[in-house]
């Protein structure tokens, strides 16, 4: 376990900054420490050792150094002591490291002051100006009375009353039921013969499809409907591709719309009259304005955080975000049953280019985190552990190794204090005197 500030050893720790945000440190710990680690050393070579006379644990340290060898307890007193010791010294030098170190020369002797050299990128200097001074206001859009009708007729929709007509031909505005294929390129895309109902006048179809299924009959031959995927398709890799989708339709059924009237807000639930429901769904409309609205002045107050900031970002920190997003985009693709692989192949593009395309972003994102850190360093926000056991709660699985936990919860604590300077200075720009934190998920 790592000493606190507070019992931690005096250690000589002579810092010297190198190009692209790296650090070397020479660290010498004094004889005491060497001692120390000798003894641990010895201790735990010992309680792993079957020594004929002698329980597990309890052999004299001569005994133990004989049947290990003196460059096996060496070896061991340095696997114990650098962890702790690199740890003090970064927190002596007042460094954040953003990679794990790599250590060279350990030098450790009995009577000799053990010393060691660990070089490691850090975070780089930002140079923040006064972003007290932001100011950027909520600009919440006013509810017009058309955006309050097209909810009553969505409303309408919702509540039809549906009637079997599968004697006659689809019409639009029916809801078909039908055993859809998609093919691209000749192959199946996903499971054929999926049974889906389809709303052909409530939206929510690949465009074109509504249309091309008017006239279809129950019992007829299946029909082909052919289209050109749109380019906000949930799969990547057939965005603005051709397919065609054979729908083979097994039920008709015709709406009838509630009327339009009191009766409405009686069927729906919200209010006793046509006027009252029209009152909510104005006040939910105008709910979620303002939330957006409030996303947007969070986005445009760390754009105008970002015009304050000068920092030089270290190749590693965009080559790691840039490694975060790809992650990102493949375990998302892989929820909708295709590979990273298998949409860059249909691309006809390469992880290269990927990797190159999302290097800017990966840029901003990198400096709005250092500003942000920034932030959270001159206004001293700090997150209590018990802030961060309640966010880590049901997170972290059982049987997680203790090293393993101590990393995550200083990870949530870090991205925490970073949520925190974020409402700090969007509320800033809010020009709140006291600001409060942001209700944007």
Do not use: C
């Amino acid at each position: 376990m790592s000493p606190s500030p507070a019992n931690a050893p005096a250690l000589e720790v002579e810092v010297e900054r190198l190009p692209d945000s790296q650090a070397k440190l020479t660290v010498v710990a004094p004889v005491e420490q060497v001692e120390r680690g000798i003894s641990q050393a010895l201790g735990k070579l010992s309680g792993q050792l079957r020594l004929p006379g002698f329980r597990p644990g309890k052999a004299p340290a001569t005994v133990v150094e004989r049947a290990v060898g003196w460059a096996a307890i060496q070896q061991e007193a340095v696997d114990l002591l650098l962890p702790e010791l690199y740890a003090v010294a970064v927190r002596q030098a007042d460094l954040e490291p953003i990679s794990q170190p790599q250590v060279s020369e350990a030098q450790l002797e009995r009577g000799e002051p053990f010393r060691f050299v660990a070089t490691v990128g850090v975070r780089p200097a930002v140079t923040l100006g006064d972003y007290h001074q932001l100011r950027v206001p909520v600009e919440e859009k006013p509810v017009s009375d058309e955006e309050v009708d097209e909810t009553v007729a969505e409303l309408r929709q919702r509540y039809a009353q549906l009637t079997d007509v599968s004697d006659r031909a689809v019409e639009a505005g029916d809801v078909v039921t039908a055993e859809l294929t998609m093919l691209h390129n000749g192959e199946a895309v996903g499971s054929p013969g999926q049974v889906q109902t389809l709303d052909l006048e409530r939206g929510g179809l690949l465009p074109g499809m509504a249309e091309q299924l008017v006239g279809a009959t129950v019992g007829g031959d299946p029909i082909d409907i052919t289209l050109t995927v749109p380019e906000d398709y949930s799969r990547e890799d057939l965005r603005g591709e051709m397919v065609t989708i054979t729908a083979k339709v097994t039920g008709i059924q015709a709406k009838e719309l509630p009327a339009l009237d009191d009766n409405l807000a009686a069927i729906v639930g919200r209010g006793e009259t046509l006027a009252e429901l029209r009152d909510y769904i104005r006040g939910e409309i105008a709910a979620e304005f303002r939330r957006a609205a409030e996303r947007a002045q969070v986005e445009a107050a760390m754009e105008e955080l970002l015009g304050l900031t000068k920092v030089d970002v270290p190749e590693s920190m965009i080559q790691a975000e840039i490694d975060h997003q790809i992650g990102d985009l493949s375990r998302r693709l892989e929820t909708s049953g295709v590979t990273l692989e298998q949409v860059l192949s249909a691309q006809g593009s390469s992880l290269e280019q990927v990797r190159g395309e999302r290097r800017q972003p990966a840029v901003e994102a990198v400096r709005l985190d250092l500003a942000l850190s920034e932030v959270v360093r001159r206004e001293s926000i700090s997150v209590s552990d018990e802030e961060v056991d309640a966010a880590l709660v049901g997170l972290v699985p059982k049987g997680t190794a203790k090293t393993e936990r101590a990393r995550l919860r200083e990870a949530f604590r870090r991205e925490l204090a970073i949520g925190r300077a974020r409402d700090l200075v969007a509320a800033l720009a809010r020009g709140e005197e006291s600001p409060q934190p942001s209700s944007v998920g």
